[in-house]
């Protein structure tokens, strides 16, 4: 069974806003990370926390994981259109176990 | 980073045969996975290949109906065999990006695969 669960499923946004996806897991996990999926294309990795970091920044990404709620999120900051795709969230295992991924939230970013 | 070919990008099949997906790594990489995302799905693992072994299957799927191919380190093939219409996914092959085992790195990926069965 699937590890993450993100919410929402789907978010759509006007240009320029903020988007924040949520992401729960259920075991304990060395790091979690998070991908793009462009319609029709494979999976782009975005930034990895590791279970000993509350936050992260890369460019207008930013991640923080709160492991007492076995939870993370993601925001884009100032959103463009470029930006619309599907989002998913992988964790690996305790013992550094293969990449279980959400179910992904899709992202709409109108002009 | 790696550069991940894979071939064919699409394909329309019959229900009853077989396709095999070619993937071709740019550098040597020990780890190669191969995923499943069903229309509008979330990824799911089907196997890793390993390079002079068996392939390692998840649960609910099986060599026979996924055989797998892992001749060195920059190549790999899965067969779909057998096809029904609910085969139709997108297969992705990916690779890690860090080294050494257990898996602690981030993941490259393929275009994928996607394959549609009547």
């Known amino acids: 069974s699937q590890q993450g669960e993100e919410d929402p499923q789907a978010l759509s946004i006007q240009e320029g806003e903020n988007a924040t996806m949520n992401c729960s897991y259920k075991t304990s996990i060395n790091n979690l990370q998070w991908y793009r999926q462009n319609s029709g294309r494979g999976l782009v990795h975005l930034i990895l926390i590791r279970s000993n970091e509350r936050e992260k920044h890369s460019g207008r990404l930013r991640v923080t994981l709160d492991t007492s709620k076995k939870s993370s999120s993601l925001l884009i900051t100032a959103s463009r259109a470029a930006d619309t795709a599907s989002y998913f969230c992988a964790t690996d295992g305790p013992s550094g176990s293969r990449l279980t991924f959400g179910e992904g939230t899709q992202l709409t970013v109108n002009p | ?118």
Do not use: H
Not at chain 2, 6 to 28: A, E, F, H, M, Y
Not at chain 2, 49 to 72: C, H, L, M, W
Not at chain 2, 83 to 101: A, R
């Open chain 2, 1 to 118: 980073s790696a550069v991940i070919s894979q071939k064919p990008s699409r394909d329309i099949c019959q229900r009853g045969t077989s396709l095999t997906i070619q993937c071709q790594v740019d550098s040597q990489v020990t780890m190669m996975f191969w995923y499943r995302q069903q229309p509008g799905q979330s990824l799911t693992l089907i196997a890793t290949a390993n390079q002079g072994s068996e392939a390692t299957y998840e649960s609910g799927f099986v060599i026979d109906k996924f055989p797998i191919s892992r001749p060195n380190l920059t190549f790999s093939t899965l067969t779909v065999s057998n096809m029904s219409p609910e085969d139709s996914s997108i297969y992705l092959c990916s690779v890690e990006k860090g080294t050494g085992t257990p898996f602690t790195g981030e993941l490259f990926f393929g275009e994928g695969s996607r394959l549609t069965v009547l």
